[in-house]
């Protein structure tokens, strides 16, 4: 059930957040904040060591941990965080030069 989840948010919900319509920015900022904190847990460096616990929970949360990751770097996802990336710094180099 859980690896349905992963796939479905990785596959529909974040690739497509910054393409939908939305009453305002922070309802989409909101969106994609929640996908990044699924994948920022889920890529914990517990979850990504090759701990030599052979328990089913240490496994699956390898094995989670590694579809997200190739998933993050191998499909539209990369787009995605690379625009996350461009505008966080657009929005930083707004506010700089806001300053006085």
């Known amino acids: 059930m859980a690896a349905s989840g992963l796939v ?3 596959h529909e919900v974040f690739p497509r957040c910054y393409d939908w319509s939305y009453e305002s920015v922070a309802e989409r900022t909101q969106v994609a904040d929640l996908c990044l904190q699924f994948f920022h847990r889920l890529l914990n460096p517990m979850a990504l060591s090759n701990h030599k616990t052979e328990s089913e929970l ?3 949360s390898t094995l989670m941990a590694h579809i997200c990751l190739y998933t993050l770097l191998h499909t539209d996802n990369g787009h995605t965080l690379l625009r996350i990336c461009a505008t966080g710094t657009l929005a930083a180099k707004r506010r700089r030069d806001l300053q006085p």
Request: aromatic share 34%; hydrophobic share 65%.
């Open 8 to 10: 479905y948010v990785i």
């Open 58 to 60: 240490a496994t699956f």
